[in-house]
């Protein structure tokens, strides 16, 4: 009994160790951060289990839960990174700590021609040097790399969103300047104060929780006619990128004294600077907001939640608002607001120090960036989720809109580690499916196709194909890309202070005696001015060191 | 008597005179029954006092806690010379004082209430739905309060339709309002759970104390006045002690859900200002000082706290 218990033993022992040779083939079990919020996928979800027949891999997925930084704060400090690990908008905090590994070692154009071919146009702006000096990758952007001409159907960055009951309502006018938005918003409120059940609507909501308060503080950039910079103003037309912080310039003035001035004429609601982000999507999701200067990815669900409940007329329509000469001494200004296709530097999976297995991870990624894949993550399994006719993918209406049900998507889609993978965007270019669109969204088809019957007669009535004639065409970008994207680290402490005193004084000054406002303003100013100073400085320096990088000087 | 006594005596002196290895080791079990609890103290409140060489560097993970250059007192000259520092230790002190005041006064008073009541039923049930909200979640407790205090929330319609105010007060917008909004949620939720140990310090009272204090006149109230309280007030002290051993810690869950950034001045507290600068901003250094100062006024606070009890004669903890 004994020996056999000992023989026993000795083959399991034995058994142990041959995984370990073949480790390769070996399943794995990745453990995955994604530095947002999102839904643990289902068990029995089809596309992971493709993932894991043909490459052996599971994943296990930890979403943000509270705040991005001192999630990835604990995480440093503790060392405790997962293998693939997506820092969400703070990335730069894990790579100036060294928590990722230079993806250069494992890429090449010999190894991995796929993943080449997909960064190799943008190396530029992607391939870094670090203090040594060595060229460095440690992030594959998980959206911005395209191929063919740019496809815009709608605004997904910001702007200033309206109803679309609202300019309905006003005859469809033409909206362009921030006064005509904000009398639009005023005289639709006097004339409806409240919804069909009674609610009353609310005029203009600003979102400022957190880091989502950039919905209080990057207006003035838009209004005067430049894209997403953070919050700094860059002169593109001056030579040396003129940097500066604007929010504390007499420009901005204009902004918040118009918000003021809103504010008492009972469009803004005092309970707009307290409420969290779930409070907001439940109020845009109810429908009597008319409108907020957001950007449209953030308020997706809200957006999903109205046409679920078909109310089309409540869903919003993207502006693009500059300030009117008034306010500009007489001049004229250009909007801005939808951009040249740009790579979304540093943001998207990393693969981390801690992760025993980096070659197989990109590896994996190689594969998946054939066609193949690119379309199961994409659109699904043909014949069940899409199907093709005459070389065009296609959708029916029902699996068209099975995509917006949140239930499905954690079954059928894997979209908590597509979102932050290398993938495809824009149009196929070669192969048997040319001429159609990666993302289902884009496809002419299906945009026009399945969009319903109010958004077509009201896009009819404006005379457009498409909600992006709302806005000018994409404008490419200077060659320092959006500042928004740079990191500033090294003032983090400045910076800070910067936002703390916005966050405090702005609606501080939104909600004061219009007597006061002046007096307020000047405190604001002199208030700000130390922590704007070093920061302004500092980006400038560092807009001006990206255009560097770019233009190759 | 006194054969007694010299009897106890003998018995007592040799054990006085054994020395400490010898007392030791007539104790062995017990002091082996110890070592957990030693070792743990050890491990994990004496061990970890080795990072607050932190307080004195400037940390970065990367070059851990032997490779980071030190800087001297740089992180406490920056810490103080910070506005919002300043005023978190202020916001702490006087939410604090607002939690102990109105807790102790809430729970000693709903358990002299409690105690006089004598329908068994009625007082468990009052008792079990005072202290059933302890154990909801501070998150929940304080989306009911955006909720009842927002504009157009159960208090402000309340108050506009009696006439009190004519326009919405922005309870949560407003930061003179913050504290007192802290005190009373803090109060609602953990009313009855603090009952519990007043009650039970109640129930060990002597009846005969009640009854001998009826029998000199002594009516409802007096009794109260000249037994109730007196009676707990050995628990009270020793609680009053240990919750001022607590007074740097003013929660940080209420302030950091219920807060926004237009009462930040108000709702900032030490522990809130420790996370933000010290783990989302990467300034462990910094945060490790102010968690070292709080320590050391908690430490002042405790043992003043104990002489002045010691002082006036009353019950001490250490």
């Keep these: 009994m004994r020996k056999l218990l000992s023989a026993i033993l000795v083959l399991a022992m034995i058994l142990s160790l041959v995984p370990m040779a073949l480790a390769d083939e070996e399943p794995i079990t990745l453990t995955v951060f994604r530095g947002d919020p999102g839904d643990q996928p289902a068990d029995d979800n089809k596309i992971y289990k493709l993932i894991e027949e043909r490459f052996g891999v599971r994943f296990e997925f930890e979403f943000l839960a509270g705040d991005l930084d001192e999630k990835l704060g604990m995480m440093i400090a503790g060392e405790d990174y997962p293998d693939l690990f997506d820092g969400g908008n703070s990335a730069d905090l894990i790579i100036n700590n060294g928590a990722l590994i230079n993806l250069l070692d494992y890429i090449n154009p010999e190894d991995t021609p796929r993943l080449w071919a997909h960064i190799e146009p943008q190396k530029a702006r992607l391939i870094e040097k670090n203090e040594d000096g060595e060229d460095v990758l440690y992030i594959i952007p998980n959206y911005g790399l395209t191929d063919g001409d740019q496809i815009v159907n709608e605004v997904n960055g910001p702007a200033f969103f309206v109803q679309k009951q609202v300019l309905a309502w006003a005859g469809y006018p033409q909206i362009h300047t921030l006064n005509e938005y904000f009398d639009l918003l005023q005289n639709f409120l006097a004339a409806n104060p409240t919804n069909e059940d009674g609610t009353p609507y609310i005029g203009f909501d600003i979102l400022c929780e957190d880091w989502r308060h950039f919905c209080l503080i990057n207006p003035v950039q838009h209004l005067m006619g430049r894209p997403n910079d953070g919050e700094v103003l860059v002169d593109v037309n001056s030579p040396d990128f003129h940097t500066e912080t604007f929010i504390d310039k007499p420009y901005a003035k204009a902004y918040y004294k118009k918000l003021n001035e809103a504010f008492h004429n009972g469009l803004i609601s005092k309970d707009t600077f307290v409420m969290n982000y779930d409070q907001y999507i439940a109020q845009l999701s109810s429908g009597i907001v008319l409108g907020m200067f957001d950007q449209a990815w953030d308020f997706g669900n809200a957006t999903a939640a109205l046409k679920d409940a078909k109310m089309d007329k409540n869903t919003y329509v993207a502006l693009g608002l500059v300030y009117d000469p008034e306010y500009v001494d007489g001049r004229e200004i250009e909007e801005h607001y939808v951009n040249g296709s740009l790579p979304n530097v540093r943001r998207g999976f990393g693969i981390s120090v801690n992760c025993q297995c980096p070659e197989r991870i990109i590896a994996m990624w190689e594969e998946m960036m054939s066609d193949e894949w690119q379309l199961i993550f994409n659109w699904g399994i043909e014949g069940e989720d899409y199907y093709v006719e005459d070389g065009r993918l296609l959708m029916t209406e029902e699996q068209y809109a099975q995509r917006n049900d949140s239930t499905w998507k954690i079954h059928n889609r894997a979209l908590a580690f597509f979102e932050s993978s290398p993938k495809k965007q824009g149009w196929i270019l070669e192969g048997e499916y040319a001429g159609n669109c990666w993302d289902p969204a884009n496809q002419p088809e299906i945009v026009l196709g399945l969009m319903n019957e109010y958004d077509k007669e009201f896009l009819a009535a404006y005379g457009y194909s498409k909600f992006a004639d709302f806005v000018n065409p994409p404008i490419e970008l200077a060659p320092y890309g959006e500042a928004w994207q740079i990191d500033y680290t090294p003032v983090d402490v400045e910076h800070q202070d910067f936002l703390d005193i916005q966050d405090k004084m702005l609606p501080e000054l939104i909600m004061c005696d219009p007597a006061d406002f002046d007096a307020l303003w000047d405190e604001f100013v002199e208030k700000i001015t130390p922590s704007a100073t070093a920061f302004g400085e500092y980006m400038w320096q560092a807009v001006q060191a990206e255009a560097a990088k770019v233009l190759g000087e | ?318």
């Design chain 2, 1 to 318: 008597m006194s054969s007694i006594a010299k009897g106890t005596q003998q018995n007592i002196r040799p054990v006085r005179k054994k020395g400490f290895w010898r007392t030791l080791g007539g104790q062995w079990q017990l002091m082996l029954m110890s070592v957990p609890m030693l070792l743990y103290v050890l491990l994990f409140n004496y061990g970890p006092m080795w990072g607050w060489i932190t307080a004195f560097q400037d940390y970065k993970p990367k070059t851990g806690l032997l490779g980071s250059k030190f800087v001297g007192l740089q992180n406490f000259q920056w810490l103080f010379g910070r506005e919002d520092f300043i005023n978190s230790i202020r916001n702490t002190l006087a939410m604090s004082v607002i939690n102990l005041v109105f807790g102790t006064v809430s729970s000693i008073l709903l358990a002299v209430l409690l105690n006089e009541v004598r329908n068994r039923g009625f007082k468990r049930t009052v008792q079990t739905v005072t202290y059933l909200p302890h154990f909801l979640s501070m998150v929940i407790v304080v989306g009911m309060a955006q909720n009842i205090f927002a504009s157009n929330g159960a208090i402000n319609n309340l108050l506009m339709s009696v006439g009190l105010v004519k326009s919405p007060v922005f309870f949560l917008g407003e930061g003179k309002y913050f504290w007192w909004l802290v005190g009373v949620i803090n109060v609602w939720k953990e009313v009855g759970w603090n009952t519990i140990i007043y009650i039970s310090a109640m129930t060990a009272i002597d009846p005969c104390l009640y009854e001998a204090a009826s029998i000199d006149g002594a009516g409802r109230f007096n009794r109260i006045l000249h037994v109730t309280l007196p009676g707990i007030k050995s628990t009270f002290v020793i609680l009053l002690i240990m919750n001022i051993g607590h007074l740097m810690e003013a929660g940080f869950e209420i302030q950091y859900l219920l807060g926004s950034s237009v009462v930040m001045d108000w709702s900032q507290t030490i522990d809130i200002f420790v996370l933000k600068y010290g783990i989302s901003k990467q300034q462990y250094g910094v945060a490790t000082a102010a968690g070292m100062f709080k320590s050391v006024v908690a430490i002042v606070l405790l043992i003043g706290a104990n002489y002045v009890s010691k002082r006036l004669g009353e019950d001490t903890l250490i």
